[in-house]
């Protein structure tokens, strides 16, 4: 394909990104206005980069023309949120929303990755209006806690850096730290209460402060 098709077949991607982003910042939005606890803490997004689509579609054997059929993860949005149970919550509330359809779902929570990868995925067919019409363009949202996110990008990077063959030494090292950011997420649902009751504390007195 080249270059001007590529950024062709990429805008209903762009769109819906930019859409789901606007749209599930605003449930954060919404519950903050209301002055209630928001089990979303902060979303982004991005549109796989055409280098990386076709290192995938070559691992896969997917034809240039079944990319968008093939590749759940062109469009994709990851939503952080605070504590283990929160994912749930999001789920539950994706699950329920009327502009998205759930395809599948993969829990590599529950079924954590041999690479200590884990994460809720939600496959989604989002419906962007083009002025062509209505193009059904597929997606992926990733729900993880902030510890989650923390390991996974830095994984990322390191199979960036040794093209994915981490050496050894380095994956036992990882493997740990999966373990520790785990830990970390069941002792700060432990506490879960008492943290939010004393953000709620913390956020009340931002608020004074601001409006002296
Ligand atoms: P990027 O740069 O985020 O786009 P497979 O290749 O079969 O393992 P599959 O079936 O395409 O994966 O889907 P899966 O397992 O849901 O993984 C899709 C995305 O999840 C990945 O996209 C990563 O973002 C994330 N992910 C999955 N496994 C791991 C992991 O072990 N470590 C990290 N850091 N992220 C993971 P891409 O295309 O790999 O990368």
């Known amino acids: ?13 762009e769109q819906a990104v930019e859409e789901l982003k606007v749209k599930l910042r605003a449930i954060r939005t919404e519950y903050r206005r209301k002055n209630d606890y928001s089990p979303i803490e902060f979303i982004t997004g ?9 290192e995938k579609a070559n691992k896969f054997g997917i034809p240039h023309d079944r990319l968008a059929e093939e590749l759940e ?12 149970d929160d994912i749930e919550t999001v ?15 993969k829990d590599y929570i529950t079924n954590v990755k041999p690479s200590g990868y884990r994460s ?3 496959i989604i067919e989002y419906p962007v209006n083009m002025a062509s019409g209505v193009v059904n363009v597929i ?10 996110n923390f390991w996974a990008v830095t994984e ?25 950011a785990y830990q970390l997420d069941e002792t700060m649902l ?21 409006r002296i």
């Not at 394909?1 to 991607?13: E, N, V």
């Not at 991005?46 to 076709?54: A, I, Q, T």
């Not at 789920?91 to 779902?105: A, F, K, N, T």
């Open 190 to 210: 432990d506490i879960k209460d008492e943290i939010k009751d004393a953000q709620k504390l913390f956020e009340v007195k931002s608020a004074l402060v601001s």
């Open 156 to 180: 990322h990077s390191l199979n960036y850096k040794y093209k994915q063959s981490i050496p050894e030494h380095i994956k036992i090292k990882l493997k740990a730290a999966a373990e520790s």
């Open 120 to 122: 809720y995925h939600m």
């Open 1 to 13: 394909m080249a270059s001007k098709d590529w950024k062709t077949f990429l805008i209903p991607y």
């Open 46 to 54: 991005r549109v796989k980069e055409v280098s990386s689509m076709l």
């Open 91 to 105: 789920v539950q509330l994706l699950r329920g929303r009327s502009d998205m359809r759930i395809l599948y779902e």
């Open 73 to 84: 993860d062109i469009a994709g949005i990851r939503i952080m949120v605070q504590f283990v």
């Open 139 to 148: 997606g992926e949202i990733q729900i993880r806690t902030l510890a989650m």
